[in-house]
């Protein structure tokens, strides 16, 4: 199967299962919408490239744009830098990601929010594709109140010292270094696509950052890195067919829970100096737990008493179905309907 119809599924798995993955009394509660309120008298300002609407540029919208406004951007592929900079309570949507497509010019990363000095604050992006420029798909700096949904990242997304960053439902990938990494920054993921990334979640500096019911696969190497004095909670991730599952190093200190962490090379990864509480996660890897190096050593006493070593039973793991099945031993375990991002298929198996 190709890479973009392998990231398709994903897609659709988890926008089915959105609804259901936190259903239930034992479940996980549900984020915060982390919605952007529309203000009174807020504008609609339309891009097109046509010249259907009052602006070909969406720079030239952004620049327009007041406390409220909404940034419509209609079908094409915008060959732009974007910056937002210097801006409250904007909304950016696209037309689809499939129809809109911004692909950068002459800078390092096509959309960028916030720029040295110059913070934005509760900027909402939504259903548009963001392409790699440079080595760099989008950058966020100095801001907070950041949202992005359904989007897709073709390249690498970087946060520096920003907070109140909520990405969720995005499909995030094919970066040659890391697909997200965040530094001395708060953030939520959840239930987005990571995938096709050296890395695919990096976590640094003095960051907290909470990872739920996302699937993070096809990495080189690890599927998440927490280091530094990075905190991170990870909840309900489905982190499989990576070089490493998550590796917990520097003097970080995390929680691992309910998470499926499967067919990679290695599981967890754990150094001396890192402090990482792990209960109710299901290993299935070549080695389930290691002691980081150098070289790094199988370490089968950093196991949990409530982590399983369980085949997750997925529907067809070859062709990126991680749905579990519908006899998967991974139902009702401990405060967990089940375990990882996607929910067992119903029926029979």
């Given amino acids: 199967m190709s890479r973009s119809r392998h990231v398709h599924l994903f897609v659709l798995l988890l926008s089915a299962s959105w609804l259901t993955a936190c259903s239930g009394p034992s479940a996980v509660p549900l984020l915060s919408s982390g919605t952007i309120p529309v203000l009174e008298g807020a504008r609609t300002l339309v891009v097109a490239l046509d010249g259907s609407g009052q602006y070909t540029s969406i720079q030239e919208a952004i620049d327009a744009a007041r406390k409220g406004d909404v940034v419509r951007i209609k079908a094409g592929s915008y060959p732009e830098n974007v910056t937002i ?9 696209g037309d689809g990601v499939e129809k809109v497509t911004i692909l950068g010019r002459d800078l390092v990363g096509s959309f960028h929010i916030g720029k040295w ?18 080595g760099l798909a989008m950058g966020i700096f100095n801001g ?17 010292q920003v907070q109140g960053v909520l990405i ?34 990096t976590v640094g500096g003095k960051s907290d950052v909470r990872l739920e019911r996302n699937v993070i696969t096809r990495s080189l190497f690890e599927g998440v890195v927490v280091t530094d004095q990075a905190r991170a909670i990870l909840i309900s991730n489905t982190i499989v067919k990576n070089g490493g599952g998550a590796a917990f190093l520097g003097a970080s200190q995390s929680e691992a829970t309910g998470n499926i962490i499967g067919l990679n090379t290695a599981g967890i ?28 050593a199988p370490a089968s006493d950093l196991k949990a008493e409530s982590d399983l070593r369980e085949d997750p039973g ?4 070859h062709d990126g179905d991680f749905r579990l099945k519908a006899d998967t031993p991974l139902k009702k375990i401990g405060n967990f309907s089940y375990l990882g991002a996607l929910s067992p298929v119903s029926g029979t198996p």
Avoid: W
Avoid at 85 to 93: E, G, N, P, Q
Avoid at 144 to 160: A, D
Avoid at 180 to 185: H, K, T, W
Avoid at 314 to 317: E, G, K, L, R, S
């Fill in 314 to 317: 997925f529907v067809n793991p």
């Fill in 269 to 296: 990864m754990i150094a001396s100096s890192a402090r990482v509480s792990l209960s109710y996660n299901a290993l299935y890897n070549k080695d389930d737990y290691l002691r980081a190096g150098p070289p790094p």
């Fill in 144 to 160: 907070k109140g950041i949202v992005l949904r359904h989007v897709v990242i073709n390249g690498k997304l970087f946060g520096q």
């Fill in 85 to 93: 900079h210097s801006k409250d309570r904007i909304r950016i949507v």
């Fill in 168 to 201: 969720e439902q995005c499909t995030l990938g094919g970066s040659e270094t890391t697909g997200v990494q965040f530094a001395d920054s708060q953030a939520v993921l959840a239930d987005n696509v990571i995938h096709d990334n050296d890395h695919g979640v």
């Fill in 117 to 134: 000095p110059y913070g934005a604050s509760n900027i909402e992006i939504s259903e548009l594709t963001i392409q790699e420029h440079g």
